[in-house]
Every structure is written in structure tokens, then in C-alpha cells.
């Protein structure tokens, strides 16, 4: 059977899975760029010069090939783990590309070079991974490198006699060649060092909405525990009153004002014990606050539990469908809570016509409260993750906002959306592979 179990202290978000740095995914692609770039140019002009006798010296390319090579096995051992990478140190990396193909160039023709136009790709690099200060700083030392090479290189005649047409030929080659390995470069990882950033971006703001979520969420459990004390003492007179009135009046002559004392008792009585949940849940909790429930119990006492607080109210327990046994849960108060704010919220707009679903599979259960009333106000589904918005006319919107940040927080989901035939159906989503946490 599979269980889903909650701690049973203070509310803890669940612990996230630490992602890889973006500076160090980026620069593991930047050691595949300059291991296919750089060496790829040298190799190919190593190649010309025995094909086509080009006059290139193959010991210098050479040397600065084995010492790129060597540079980059000493950044790979450096940046194997998932530490962040600073800016600063990305750019390093850059500054050894440049200085390498710089080096390569001048060893090879100079500006005369058609893999000059290699001078494009540490710049799309730093303009996609790095701030536009460094981009500026990659793009002068590039228009600089770009000027020296013009005015001093080591002269290979084939690129710069386009008489005959041999030579032309292999120019046109090495520019095809360069064009095509750039472009490759630019869609595999330029684009991938991009879409990296935009992700740690989203990342971020989901980061500062979950923060801006948790210190509501705070602001509220400081003025409900406040409320709390301020309400307890006219429910203790409301008790003692209703007693005083009970003794005065018998039953047996007062027999409807009894019935109504009793309602009214059982009403303070709910009263006081929300006041209880509120008062543990900003910091009493105690350990035997969570009991051990089967699904369908448990759902079967939430909808009980609604009925005898609204009298007259309809919730229908539709049978699940799901095979097997329901799962085992651990229900704190804060889990029990949040089904019970969906399901008043539904009661209150469609008193009649409030159905209850569940289901399970072997990774997550989920929950369904449909009604009939007037559905999202808006019709957007992110409405519950907006504190003060309400899916009813007149509501605050503060049991949907707690139960989604709650549910949240303990890796679950809460989702709304518009019934074609009228209504909402607010869907309570948590997981079953792992424990839970939160709910207590």
C-alpha cells in the first residue's frame, strides 16, 4: 500500500534538487566549442598544407594545438563539479580563445586567412552567457586582434595571390568550410549557452515567488494567531451564555430553543477548535496532531465534516475508479485544512451541486471538487496563486491562496479550471514515490 507521510513540526518546503550552475554547464559547452573550433581550423589548414602545399609551419600550429588541448584538460578537471562559475572566470576562458586562434591566424596569413571570420564566435559566445560589459570588452579585443593580424602575420602566398585559380579555389573552400563549422556551432551551443540563461533566469523568478508566497503566507499566520486570541474570549462568553440559557429554559418546555442552542453550541465548538488549529499551526504543533487515514476515509470525513458545519449542503463521494487499495496518508492539520477551505469554497457558490472525486496511480493521488456556481472569475487557471483574488463573488480569497501554498510547498499541485457544462473543478494533486512534506 503506499503511504504518504508529513512531518509533524513546522511547515518546511520540500528540500529542491540543487541544478547544475549555469556558469559550469556553459563552460564545459565552451571546452567542446573551442576543442572543435580552434584545433578543427588548425587541422584543417594542417591538411591544406599537405593536399594542396600550402605554406603554413605545421610545429608552431602544432604547439598551440597540444597547448589548448592541455589548457582545456586543466579547465575540465577544474569546473567537473557543479560549483558556479563567475563571469569573471568565463571570460578568462574566452581571452584563451582569443589569444589561440590569434596566435593560429598569425602563423597562417593573417586577416588573409578565410577562418578569420572566427573572430564571430567568442563574441556570440559572450553575448548570449556574459554581461554586455564583457561582450564590449570581448568585441575591441577582437576588432583589435582582427587589425594587428592585417598589418603583421606570417605571409602564406596562396592566400594572398588570387591569380591563379588554384588558390582562389582553396580560399573559397576555407571560407565554406568556416561558414559551415560556425554555424553548426552557433545552432548546437551558442543557442544552448542562451537557452541556459534564460532557464537560471525563470529559475530565479519562480525562486522570488516562492519567497514573496512564503512571507504572505507568514504575514497571514501572524494575524490569524492575533485574531485568534482577540476571538477566544467572546466565544467563551458565547459559551457560557448559551449554558446560562440552556439552565434557564427547560427542555422539555423550550424544545425548539433547544435545538437551536445545540446548533449554536456545536458552531462555537468549531469555532474554538479552528481557533486551536490556528494557534498550533503559528507554532504549538505537536507530534500527535496527524493521524493515519486511508484515502477514501478520509475524504468520506472532509466531506462529513462539511455537511454538519452547512446544513443543507450537498456533497456528493463519487466511487473511484482506481485499482487496488487507496493509499495510506498521514494527515496533519494544515493537509486536512486546505481540502476542507476547496470544499467550502465550492459549497458556498454551488450549495446543491458540490460532487467529490479521487483517484490514484502508483506515483500520485488526486483529488476533484466540482461544483456548479459561476466558475473563475477571470477564467485564468493561475488565479489561485494570487493572494486577496477569489474564485467567488465577495470572497478575501485566503483559503484558496493558503491551500495552494501549502500544497505547494509540499510538492503537490493545485490547479482550476471552467467546467464546459458551468462550475469550477479545483484539482488537488500530491505525489506518492516520495515522502512528503509540510502537511503538518
Given at each position: 500500500?503506499?503511504t ?7 511547515p ?5 534538487v ?7 554547464l556553459n ?7 573551442r576543442?572543435?573550433?580552434?584545433p578543427?581550423a588548425a587541422?584543417?589548414?594542417l ?7 600550402l605554406g ?9 594545438v ?6 582545456n ?8 563539479g557543479v560549483?558556479?562559475?563567475?563571469d569573471?572566470q568565463f ?6 580563445d582569443?589569444?589561440a ?8 596569413g593573417?586577416?588573409?586567412n ?8 567568442p563574441?556570440a559566445?559572450?553575448?548570449?552567457a556574459?554581461?554586455?560589459a564583457?561582450t564590449?570588452?570581448?568585441a575591441?579585443?577582437?576588432a583589435a586582434?582582427?587589425?594587428a ?12 595571390n ?8 582553396l ?5 565554406w568550410?568556416?561558414?559551415v563549422?560556425?554555424s553548426?556551432?552557433f545552432a ?14 525563470r529559475?530565479?523568478a519562480?525562486?522570488?515567488e516562492?519567497v ?9 499566520a501572524t494575524?490569524?494567531a492575533?485574531a ?9 462568553t458565547?459559551?457560557?451564555?448559551t449554558g446560562?440559557i440552556s439552565?434557564?429554559?427547560p427542555?422539555d418546555s423550550y424544545?425548539a430553543?433547544h ?8 458552531q462555537?465548538?468549531?469555532c ?10 503559528a507554532g504549538?504543533?505537536r507530534?500527535?496532531?496527524?493521524e ?10 472532509a466531506a462529513?465534516e462539511?455537511?454538519?458545519l452547512?446544513?443543507?449542503s450537498?456533497?456528493?463521494?463519487a466511487t473511484?475508479t482506481s485499482?487496488?487499495?487507496p ?7 494544515t493537509?486536512r485544512?486546505a481540502?476542507?477551505?476547496?470544499l ?6 454551488s ?8 483517484e490514484?496511480?502508483?506515483t ?5 471538487i466540482?461544483?456548479?456556481g ?6 485564468d487557471?493561475?488565479l ?10 465577495g470572497?478575501?480569497g485566503?483559503g484558496?491562496f493558503?491551500?495552494?501554498a ?11 479550471v471552467n467546467?464546459?457544462?458551468?462550475g469550477?473543478?479545483v484539482?488537488l ?12
Open positions: 500500500m503506499n504518504v507521510t508529513a512531518p509533524l513540526a513546522t518546511i518546503a520540500p528540500t529542491p540543487t541544478p547544475e550552475a549555469p556558469g559550469g563552460v564545459r559547452r565552451l571546452l567542446w566549442i576543442m572543435i573550433a580552434v578543427g587541422l584543417c589548414l591538411l591544406a598544407r599537405q593536399v594542396y602545399g603554413v609551419p605545421a610545429l608552431q600550429l602544432a604547439l598551440i597540444g597547448g589548448l588541448v592541455a589548457i584538460f586543466v579547465s575540465w578537471w577544474r569546473h567537473r560549483a558556479p562559475v563567475t569573471r571570460f578568462i576562458q574566452l581571452l584563451v582569443l589569444f586562434l590569434t596566435s593560429i591566424l598569425y602563423y597562417s593573417g586577416a588573409a578565410p577562418f578569420v571570420y572566427f573572430f564571430l564566435l563574441m559566445i559572450s553575448a548570449a556574459l554581461p554586455q564583457y564590449w570588452v570581448i575591441l579585443i577582437s586582434s582582427y587589425t593580424l592585417m598589418l603583421w602575420r606570417v605571409e602564406v602566398p596562396e592566400f594572398n588570387f591569380h591563379t585559380t588554384s588558390a582562389m579555389d580560399h573559397a573552400v576555407g571560407m568550410v568556416g561558414f563549422v560556425l553548426a556551432l548546437t551551443f551558442v543557442s544552448a549557452m542562451a537557452q541556459t540563461v534564460r532557464e537560471q533566469d529559475h530565479l519562480r525562486l522570488r516562492n514573496l508566497r512564503d512571507e504572505r503566507v507568514v504575514a497571514v494575524l490569524a492575533g485568534a486570541h482577540e476571538l477566544s474570549t467572546p466565544l467563551a458565547m459559551a457560557v451564555v446560562e439552565r434557564e429554559y427542555q424544545p430553543l435545538r437551536d442552542l445545540g446548533i449554536l453550541r456545536d462555537i465548538a468549531r474554538k477548535e479552528a481557533l486551536s488549529v490556528i494557534s498550533a499551526s504549538a504543533a507530534a500527535d496532531s496527524a493515519r487515514l486511508a484515502l477514501d476515509r478520509f475524504v468520506r470525513q462529513d462539511v455537511r454538519h452547512r446544513p443543507g450537498t456533497i456528493a463521494l473511484p485499482e487496488g487499495s493509499p495510506l496518508l498521514i494527515v496533519g492539520r493537509f485544512q481540502l476542507l477551505n476547496i467550502h469554497n465550492a459549497v458556498d457558490v450549495p446543491r451541486h458540490v460532487r467529490l472525486t479521487y490514484w496511480n502508483s500520485e493521488l488526486t483529488i476533484a466540482i461544483d456548479r459561476g466558475g473563475l472569475v477571470s477564467g487557471p493561475a489561485l496563486e494570487r493572494f486577496g483574488t477569489s474564485t467567488k463573488e470572497g478575501l485566503l484558496l493558503l491551500s495552494h501549502a500544497i505547494t510547498q509540499a510538492g503537490g499541485s493545485l490547479e482550476a467546467n464546459d457544462e458551468g469550477t473543478t484539482r494533486k500530491l505525489p506518492l514515490a516520495r515522502p512528503m512534506e509540510g502537511f503538518a
